[in-house]
């Protein structure tokens, strides 16, 4: 496994991380990851005969904002899969589509199960993150939502622990 892979690997990481603690994946991470592609495409496949990563890219980013509009899934988690699948799509797409989606399975029934406990968990590992400068402004306005989810009865999943998982599976495909 190349620099590369290891750097997009580490990138979903951090959104998962990012995902789990403040119910969003930074726009910034989705950047990098998109980024990071082109520039392996740039520097080690070019010419570039094979379209597919772009096409399982649009794919991703049109099924995904329909069931965005819909409110199934999160803005942040269609961007990510998005992005992973400029990746995975070389490897393989689909099997990068089940891994989530399984990873998806489980996380959903710790979620219904354990939601407290990992709710707990959020609010101590955020406490601990709200005296420090960098995560100090996010944390505070992250807890007021938390409190709002709380009150409502849907379970919300941060799925890009998921995506996450299933990127990770993917690369290891390949080795």
Do not use: H
């Not at 990098?32 to 496949?45: G, V």
């Not at 991703?60 to 899934?73: E, H, K, S």
């Not at 219904?112 to 944390?139: D, H």
């Amino acid at each position: 496994m190349g620099i590369f892979q290891i750097s997009f690997l580490l990138a979903c990481l951090i959104g998962a991380c990012w995902d789990f603690l403040f119910f969003k994946i930074p726009n910034e991470i989705i950047i990098f990851i998109i980024c990071l592609f082109l520039i392996k495409i740039a520097l080690f496949e070019l010419p570039l005969v094979d379209y597919k990563p772009f096409f399982c890219f649009v794919g991703a980013l049109l099924v995904g904002y329909g069931l965005y509009f819909f409110r199934i899934v999160g803005a942040g988690d269609v961007k990510l899969i998005a992005a992973v699948s400029l990746w995975t799509s070389q490897i393989n797409y689909f099997s990068f589509l089940f891994m989530m989606a399984v990873a998806g399975g489980v996380l959903s029934a710790l979620f219904y199960f354990f939601s407290p406990q990992l709710t707990a968990v959020r609010v101590l590992l955020l406490g601990k993150l709200e005296n420090t400068k960098l995560f100090g402004p996010i944390s505070s306005e992250v807890n007021e939502r938390l409190y709002e989810k709380e009150a409502s009865s849907k379970i919300v999943v941060p799925y890009g622990i998921a995506i996450f998982l299933g990127s990770l599976a993917t690369m290891m495909i390949e080795l």
